[in-house]
């Protein structure tokens, strides 16, 4: 059974982050009307105003892809914010797209709602099977909420609302702000700076050891437009590229990119986070999606980006 997106109002919630601003991209070929709310226009945290807009607008299809989200030390600094936030706008987002007769929603998660030592790759049959990262429970706690939403509404009330789990995210409209970002961001702006003002170094949090698995945006915007597409089942499906590497690796492949000879140092004050989280990309595979970026062209292409916006790139550290 297939979703026909033509011709359909396609409400892309987060339209201004760096995934709902490539899932609008991904749509423009889709022949749909886009619709997008800026938060000055509809706080999602709000009930009332989303329940008001959702009566108003009355969209065929959502992504929820807006979320409170940001690197290991983010979560780490504003468990409030990243639990409180989160919960808030999937449950009002969920809850109105169902009152107001939504046809088909998509919900993006997050690979951290896995246990923090679960099996590699982790099979989305990993859910709820032991503990998880204490740097990021809060954020994954609101992300398994938000899942269950979609699966209890889908159970209790036979709506097509799904969930996809997309791994570590880079890309485009990435944040760049050292303080909240993800490694991949973290590390371009580091190295780059670096190489700009002739450091001798850089440096790398945690170990090194841990293992990260990447996606480009564009391809995560892919697939999720192929899943709302396509899959109407209650089980989430993994998005991912199937592949890892440690975080040390990722550094030298960065440095090589950015042209960086100098040394590569490790602050081992700061938090590894989970030691791996490679996603069983099988369920998604099944559906014949495949990524078009590897790495290292996909990291090439957020570089890209980073030099042609590194002025308004949020550098606000
Ligand atoms: O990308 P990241 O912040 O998030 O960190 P997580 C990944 C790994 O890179 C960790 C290391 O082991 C970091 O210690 N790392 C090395 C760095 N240097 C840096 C650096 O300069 N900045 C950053 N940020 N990391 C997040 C979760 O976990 O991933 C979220 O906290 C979410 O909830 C997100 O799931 C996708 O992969 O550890």
Request: proline letters at 5%; charged letters at 25%.
């Amino acid at each position: 059974m297939s979703f026909e997106l033509r011709n359909k109002r396609v409400f892309v919630s987060g339209h201004r982050g760096m995934v709902g601003s490539a899932i609008a991209r991904q749509l423009a070929s889709e022949d749909c009307e886009i619709l997008t709310a800026s938060r000055s226009e509809l706080d999602l945290r709000e009930q009332s105003d989303v329940r008001t807009w959702f009566e108003r607008e009355k969209p065929d299809a959502v992504f929820l892809a807006a979320a409170k989200v940001g690197g290991i030390l983010a979560n780490d600094t504003y468990p409030a914010e990243f639990l409180y936030d989160n919960l808030a706008i999937e449950t009002n987002v969920i809850d109105a797209a169902f009152r107001s007769g939504v046809q088909k929603l998509l919900y993006l998660g997050s690979s951290c709602i896995y246990p923090k030592f679960a099996p590699q790759p982790i099979p989305e049959n990993a859910l709820l099977t032991g503990s998880l990262e204490p740097t990021n429970e809060w954020y994954a706690i609101a992300k398994i909420a938000g899942l269950k939403l979609c699966e209890a509404y889908r159970r209790q009330y036979g709506v097509d609302f799904i969930s996809a789990m997309p791994t570590n995210l880079y890309g485009p409209g990435d944040n760049y702000d050292l303080e909240k970002s993800h490694v991949i961001p973290a590390l371009l702006r580091k190295v780059h700076e670096a190489k700009k003002s002739g450091a001798d170094r850089i440096v790398v949090w945690g170990t090194g050891s841990p293992r990260r698995e990447f996606l480009h945006v564009d391809d995560a915007a892919s697939a999720v437009v192929h899943l709302m597409k396509t899959y109407s089942e209650a089980e989430h499906v993994n998005v991912g590229s199937g592949e890892d590497i440690p975080i040390i690796d990722l550094t030298h492949l960065i440095c090589e990119i950015v042209g960086f000879e100098g040394r590569i140092e490790t602050d081992t004050t700061k938090p590894d986070g989970t030691p791996g989280k490679l996603l069983d990309v099988s369920r998604l595979s099944a559906t014949g999606w495949r990524p078009r970026y590897d790495l290292r062209s996909g990291l090439r292409d957020a570089y890209d980006w980073f030099k042609a916006n590194e002025a308004t790139a949020r550098l606000s550290t």
